[in-house]
């Protein structure tokens, strides 16, 4: 069956009419994506001194009881920037900060950046272990703390590395107004901020492209994180892509923004698409699907961002008056499923939905620049989708040794080649990042970044997005992707998070799907419903054969799902607490499982 999402040569070409009006625009944005030149001295800095310059009076940064002007705002990072460098901050020196989402952070890093330092995003969710090798993987010499968020800073500090890190504080309150006391042992950093110079610094002039801009940490899934490099060239690439090409957002625009600012959506695709067309930002600590509409109102948000299931909470929320007639007109973000791509769009009247994928350590993008339904977008990189064995889990290579590519449609591990152009950051552990590289692809000598994501090309340099590979599993000889099943879940009534993992039976190859589910709170567990929907909208390879309810969904900052510890449960009973089922050969309903059902389930008395 032809996938109704494949673009033809003509639906592209009927799309560039609309792009007209912005064509000047778009160009400078494919200028800003494309550049080459490493050494150019182009940076964040640069970007919020010419938004300061160009928008002065315009509100840069809002929240419910403030706002703050483009010119305020880099006004105030200078100061900030002149306070860190009396106290010995350069070039090159790595500054970890950790705040809540709130005007100071973004001021802090700022700053950083305009002395040609780094800053290091601290997840605010980490604690103990987990915080401290964040810390000690990238080796700060300096420190920047929300009074928030303190105490987990104190509880940690025994497993630090460096205990000579300098130590700043800033108060949880309106900083411009009242810097606060820091407590024994922190400087406030704010404070002494106070009657430094407003001018740019000199160090500000001279960040290349190539420098490193923040630390990003990736993973939280699984393992330790791990410290990827966010140069202040895939800033500006963002900066092009997503502000001049992509949203193109006006002065008049105000992106409300949810998503926690360690992470790369908010810092540099939302922050980099506000700078680049003077609009605001306004800001939350929190996503909260109860006050979004609110919000909105409150602010005439034109555009919000949005990552992973947080459209589904919205979808799953009762209409209220503030929904209707509402301001916001775009979206920005990546994770909405295919299954609510147009009841989200036609429900709340979204006009453009500005999907995309990059990763923080990669070196590729794709954005929905010409606003097509069901895809990650269009990227100018160099890339190919090559097959994969997901059986052996390795690229497949022909007798000559190189990679093949997929046929149009047909899903394929998605690479991007290494140049100049497109260059490969990486991790800040070099072994790292000699493991996402495949060598030696479609000739000796290349070099390409290995994305660990399985997609499918639909045509005109579009992609879909498939599955993670640690996602896909392989059942009765056909590959699954949890993304489509997890997709498909989440529309049947009664459904609030579905979470779809792999899970091996005893005599049978491969893995079986295991779907755990959290259940709307009115809702009951219908098995026989279930499994007669299951069997109507997907194949009977794909449909998960057990069933967990979850009181809760466990995630990530960034509301991705940890699956770790529910594959390593499976549907032993004797490890879980919840409510489990199984669907039995030949049957049209799900079994709850017992200590006996398991013990005849793994003693291989059913044929599956």
Sequence with gaps: MRNPDLISPLDFLSRLPK?????????????????????????????????????????????????????????????????????????????????????ELLAVLAAVSKLGAISALINTTQRGKVLAHSINLVKPGYMVVGEELVSSITDAEPLLEKSSLVRYWIADQDCLQDTGTAPHGWLNLLQQ?????????????????????????????TGMPKASIMSHGKWIKAYGGF????????????????????????????????????????????????????????YQATCFAY????????????????????????????????????????????????EFYASSEGNIGFTNVFNFDNTVGF???????????????????????????????????????????????GYTDAQKSETAILRNVFKKGDAWYNSGDLMRDIGCKHAQFVDRLGDTFRWKGENVSTTEVESTLSTFPGIEDA????????????????????????????????????????PSYAAPLFIRLLDQVE??????????????????????????????????SFTPVTPELYQALTSEQYRF
């Design 379 to 425: 990227s100018p990189a160099t890339f190919a989708i090559v097959k994969y064995d997901l059986e052996n889990d390795r690229v497949v290579r022909n007798a000559k040794g190189f990679l093949q590519k997929t046929k149009r449609d047909v899903p394929g591990l998605l690479i991007s080649e290494i140049s100049d152009k497109w260059p490969f950051d």
């Design 307 to 354: 990552i992973g299931e947080l459209c589904r909470y919205l979808l799953n929320q009762p209409e209220c008056p503030e929904e209707k007639n509402n301001s916001l007109r775009s979206m920005i973000g990546n994770g909405l499923r295919p299954a609510i791509w147009q009841a989200f769009k036609n429900r709340f009247e979204i006009e453009q939905v500005t």
């Design 243 to 298: 502000g001049h090409s992509g949203l193109a957002l006006n002065s008049r625009d105000v992106l409300y923004l949810t998503l926690p600012c360690y992470h790369n959506n908010a810092v540099t695709v939302c922050w980099g698409a506000a700078i680049a067309g003077g609009a605001a930002i306004a800001l939350r600590r929190g996503f909260s699907a109860s006050a979004f509409w609110s919000d909105v109102q409150r």
């Design 193 to 221: 901020a106070q009657g430094q110079p407003e001018h740019n610094p000199l160090e500000s002039y001279g960040v290349k492209m190539k420098d490193p801009c923040f630390f990003i940490y990736t993973s939280g899934t």
């Design 499 to 538: 979470v779809v993992y792999g899970v091996e039976i005893n005599g049978t190859n491969g893995r079986c799907g295991m779907a755990a589910l959290r259940l709307a709170p009115e809702s009951d567990f219908d098995g026989e419903a279930l499994a007669r929907y299951l069997d109507a909208e997907l």
């Design 555 to 588: 995630t990530t900052g960034t509301f991705k799902y940890k699956k770790t510890d529910l594959k390593n449960a499976g549907y032993d009973p004797r490890h879980v607490q919840d409510p489990l089922f199984a669907r039995l050969p030949g049957s049209n």
């Design 19 to 103: 792009q007209l009006p912005n064509l000047p625009r778009r160009l400078l944005g494919l200028y800003y994506a494309r550049i080459g030149n490493r050494d150019k001295t182009l940076s964040l800095a640069w970007a919020l001194q010419r938004a300061a310059d160009k928008y002065p009076q315009r509100p840069a940064l809002i929240d419910e009881q403030r706002s703050l002007s483009y010119a305020g705002l880099n006004r105030w990072s200078n100061r900030i920037a002149a306070a860190l460098k009396v106290d010995g901050v350069h070039a090159g020196t790595v500054v970890a900060v950790m705040l809540e989402n709130r005007i």
